[in-house]
C-alpha cells in the first residue's frame, strides 16, 4: 500500500515502485527498494533517516536531478523518467522549487538579484522579476540586506535567501533537503519555522529531508526511510 498524506487535492506527487541501484565497482548497491509515496497539494511531508539512507537520492529523483533504475515518479502529472532530458531544466524551473543544505548562492550577486535568477531564466521582464524578488526579500525579513552580497550575509541570511529564490517562480512543489544542516540551533529555528510558514501560507506542497526528528511537529505527515523502504514515523 502507497504511503498517504492527508488529502486536501490532488496528489502532486506519486512515487510507486521505486527503486535505486548504483554500481560501485564490481558491486551494485541497492539505496532505494520498493518505496511507494503519494502527497497531496498543499501538505507538507518529511523524510527522516540517518546519512546514507537514500533521502537525498529520494529528492534527486522526484526533483528530475538523478534517474530510477526501476519504477514510476509522477510530479504535477508529470512521469519524470519519460521527461526528455532537454525538458527537464525547464521542468525543475517550473515545478520544482529546491533548497539544499547549501544555499549555492552566487558570490558575484547581491541577495535580490540571486533571488530574481530563476524567475529571469523563466523569461519575465527585469522590472518584474525586481518587484517580485524584493516582495519576498521581504517575506523572509532581508529588506535591508537585499543590496549586500552572500559573502556580506550571515548563514542564516544566506540560507533565507535561498528560501526566497525556491518560491520565486511560485512553484507547485518545494524539494528541501536538509536545509537548516548548516546552521546553529538558533539560526535553524528561525529559518524552519519562517519556511513552513511561508509554504503554508502560499499554500505549497512540500517534501522535505533531514536527520532531525523534532522537525516532524511542523510536518502534517512524517516517514522514516531506512533498508532503502519509507515506514510511518
Known sequence: ???????????????????????????????????????????????????????????????????????VIEVSGNRISTVAERHLSGYRNAIIGFIFQFHYLLK????????????????????????????????VGLAHRSDHSPAELSGGERQRAAVARALINSPELILADEPTGNLDERNASVVLALLFDLVRKMKKTMIMVTHDRSVSRKADRSYVLEHGALRDL
Open 1 to 71: 500500500m502507497m504511503n498517504e498524506t492527508k488529502r486536501n487535492g490532488r496528489d502532486i506527487v506519486a512515487v510507486s515502485r521505486l527503486k535505486k541501484i548504483y554500481r560501485m565497482g564490481p558491486e551494485d548497491v541497492v539505496v532505494l527498494e520498493n518505496v511507494n509515496l503519494r502527497v497531496a497539494e498543499g501538505t507538507t511531508v518529511l523524510v527522516l533517516g540517518e546519512s546514507g539512507s537514500g533521502k537525498s537520492t529520494l529528492l534527486n529523483l522526484i526533483g528530475g536531478l538523478d534517474s530510477p533504475t526501476d519504477g
Open 108 to 139: 558575484d550577486f547581491t541577495a535580490l538579484e540571486n533571488v530574481m535568477i530563476p524567475a529571469l531564466i523563466a523569461g519575465r521582464a527585469a522590472a518584474v522579476a525586481r518587484r517580485e524578488a524584493a516582495a519576498l526579500i521581504a517575506e
